[in-house]
């Protein structure tokens, strides 16, 4: 059965601190999408990346990077150097092949101090 | 991606009223629209996939006659919340899928049912 699991509820780290959100998943197929979205308390989803699952190749986009370990079934998503704007809510989710449907994560909360 | 549009961002009504939020794809014409639930400090959760022309399909444990989807064009897709008791009080937010762009969210409608 496909899942998601984000282990970590919340984090609170001290601005310009690097901060890892934990992502894993289960899926059976060899086909399959991962991507993280950004929450803030307005509640809009924000778009921050797609991964299919033939490209492992990690990502970095600014302070935002992504680890994909397809032997851990991780996709780890890194911010360096925190700011306060960085506050939301992460999810991490999963599509399977040509199904449509968004497998979510419970999501991390997290909490950046000035 | 696509550009969605989802209308009320806010709705107070009064129980036992019925509520219609509109989710609108702007630049792309939308086969299947998708409509989440969420709850404070929870994951989304999918309610019903909306097609085009036919019956909406519903998760399980979904009411049908208590949400009610419309999809009569192509970039339309209307959720009914029939009879709203404050149980009904949430999150909602659609949701369009676009091949090889990934998904698009709508900002969301929070409803207060008092």
């Known amino acids: 059965a496909q899942k998601v699991t984000q282990a970590q509820t919340e984090i609170s780290v001290v601005e310009k601190e690097d901060v890892t959100l934990d992502c894993v998943y289960e899926t059976r197929d060899t086909t399959y999408y991962l991507f993280w979205y950004k929450q803030p308390p307005s509640g809009e989803l924000v778009f921050l990346i797609r991964?299919?699952?033939?490209d492992e190749q990690n990502e970095i986009s600014g302070r935002y990077s992504w680890n994909f370990q397809k032997s851990t079934s991780s996709f780890n998503f890194t911010i360096t150097a925190s700011q306060v704007v960085d506050s939301a809510v992460y999810f991490c989710a999963l599509s399977e092949g040509s199904n449509y449907q968004l497998i979510w994560g419970a999501g991390t909360k997290l909490i950046i101090k000035p | 991606g696509a550009v969605v549009s989802q209308h009320p961002s806010r709705v107070i009504c009064k129980s036992g009223t019925s509520v219609k939020i509109e989710c609108r794809s702007l630049?792309?014409?939308?086969?299947?629209m998708f409509w989440y639930r969420q709850f404070p400090k929870q994951s989304l959760m999918l309610m019903a996939t909306s097609n085009e022309g036919s019956k909406a399909t519903y998760e399980q444990g979904v009411e049908k006659d208590k949400f009610l989807i419309n999809h009569a064009s192509l970039t339309l897709s209307t959720l009914t919340v029939t009879s709203a008791h404050p149980e009904d009080s949430s999150f909602y937010i659609c949701?369009?899928?676009?091949?090889?762009?990934?998904?698009?969210f709508g900002s969301g409608t929070r409803l207060t049912v008092v």
């Open positions: 949701s369009v899928c676009r091949t090889n762009y990934g998904y698009t």
């Open positions: 630049d792309f014409q939308a086969t299947t």
């Open positions: 991964r299919n699952s033939f």
